[in-house]
């Protein structure tokens, strides 16, 4: 069993910068695939980075492209999502999730994914 705890979220204005943080425990390493996932009032759950193992290549909703970075640090077991440039679109509550295997089909669908956190609220006003 996995369990994520996110934090870092808040309230911050338009143009301006957050770090997420996600910390995982559970399992001794971080050694399968990591996303981030956010949903706003009244939308689905929508995808905004992922991050592989071993490879570390990560992906990108377009939506935050050049704006976001998703990274991992093993020794720590977190993954973290830098998000600059924010606006009031990216406002919604922001969620971790892991897989538990090594590889995922599809990066970017929740199916890829088993163990989830809590979340955590972002909020950009403008």
């Known amino acids: 069993q996995v369990q994520l705890v996110e934090s870092g979220g808040g309230l911050v204005q338009a143009g301006g910068s957050l770090r997420l943080s996600c910390a995982a425990s559970?399992?001794?390493?971080?050694?399968?695939?990591m996303a981030w996932f956010r949903q706003a009032p009244g939308k689905e759950r929508e995808f905004v980075a992922a991050?592989?193992?071993?490879?570390?290549?990560?992906y990108y909703a377009d939506s935050v492209k050049g704006r976001f970075t998703i990274s991992r640090d093993n020794a720590k077991n977190t993954v973290d999502l830098q998000m600059n440039s924010l606006k009031p679109e990216d406002t919604a509550f922001y969620r971790c999730?892991?897989?538990?295997?090594?590889?995922?089909?599809?990066?970017?669908?929740?199916?890829?994914?088993?163990?989830w956190g809590q979340g955590t609220q972002v909020t950009v006003s403008s």
């Open positions: 999730a892991a897989a538990s295997s090594p590889t995922v089909v599809d990066p970017t669908s929740t199916r890829g994914y088993n163990y």
């Open positions: 559970g399992r001794t390493s971080l050694k399968y695939p």
């Open positions: 991050i592989n193992w071993p490879s570390g290549r990560t």
